[in-house]
């Protein structure tokens, strides 16, 4: 009677680990997955700056299977993803970002958006960077209307750098 029980125990125990390699199985795709489908959102998360005579900063953008340039990026020292828009007056960030970064909200200003008009918040970054490229003082919307965790990086941003788009690439330059 004894070696049946210790058979079935050793089945069970089989079964067991059988389900647990299972699941750190499928726990590893979902990891490998959600890292492959964060990098063709924002292939941009680790950027190279060179760096050529005269102080010039350069950073080469890959555009995104959306055709967006999407980028890892910096304010005030902070981690945060840009989605480059050159169609945007300025830097506009939703307000849980902003939150996230202990932005205070000033003055309301009435803002255009592709819904209408809305209401944005004043503000001023100390620094925002992409890559080696960084700019300093410069301003800001708190834009509750955006539904997104990406901070469009506008032209108050745009305006002091060089751009040029080739092909899926759009380098920017930062010219002292």
């Given at each position: 009677?004894?070696?049946?029980?210790?058979v079935?125990?050793?089945?069970?125990?089989?079964?067991?680990?059988?389900?647990l390699?299972?699941?750190?199985l499928?726990?590893?795709g979902?990891?490998?997955?959600?890292?492959?489908?964060?990098?063709?959102?924002?292939?941009?998360?680790?950027?190279?700056?060179?760096?050529?005579e005269?102080?010039?900063?350069?950073?080469?953008?890959?555009?995104?299977?959306f055709g967006?340039?999407?980028?890892?990026?910096?304010?005030?020292?902070?981690?945060?993803?840009?989605?480059?828009?050159?169609?945007?007056?300025?830097?506009?960030?939703?307000?849980?970002v902003?939150s996230?970064?202990?932005?205070?909200?000033?003055?309301?200003?009435?803002?255009?958006?592709?819904?209408?008009?809305?209401?944005?918040?004043?503000?001023?970054?100390?620094?925002?960077?992409?890559?080696?490229?960084?700019?300093?003082?410069?301003?800001?919307?708190?834009?509750?209307?955006?539904?997104?965790?990406?901070?469009?990086?506008?032209?108050?941003?745009?305006?002091?750098?060089?751009?040029?788009?080739?092909?899926?690439?759009?380098?920017?330059?930062?010219i002292?």
């Amino acid at each position: 009677m004894g070696g049946d029980e210790e058979v079935r125990e050793q089945k069970r125990m089989g079964t067991t680990m059988q389900a647990l390699a299972w699941l750190v199985l499928l726990a590893l795709g979902v990891a490998y997955f959600s890292d492959f489908l964060d990098r063709q959102y924002n292939p941009n998360q680790s950027l190279q700056t060179g760096y050529s005579e005269g102080g010039v900063r350069e950073v080469v953008l890959q555009r995104n299977k959306f055709g967006h340039y999407v980028a890892s990026g910096e304010i005030n020292g902070q981690a945060v993803t840009f989605m480059l828009d050159t169609g945007a007056t300025g830097v506009a960030i939703p307000s849980p970002v902003a939150s996230r970064l202990g932005l205070r909200r000033g003055a309301a200003f009435p803002t255009q958006t592709a819904n209408g008009m809305s209401t944005s918040y004043a503000a001023t970054l100390d620094s925002i960077g992409v890559g080696g490229i960084e700019l300093y003082d410069v301003p800001a919307a708190i834009s509750p209307g955006l539904q997104t965790e990406e901070v469009l990086l506008g032209m108050s941003f745009l305006k002091h750098i060089e751009f040029t788009q080739r092909g899926d690439t759009l380098i920017l330059r930062q010219i002292p």
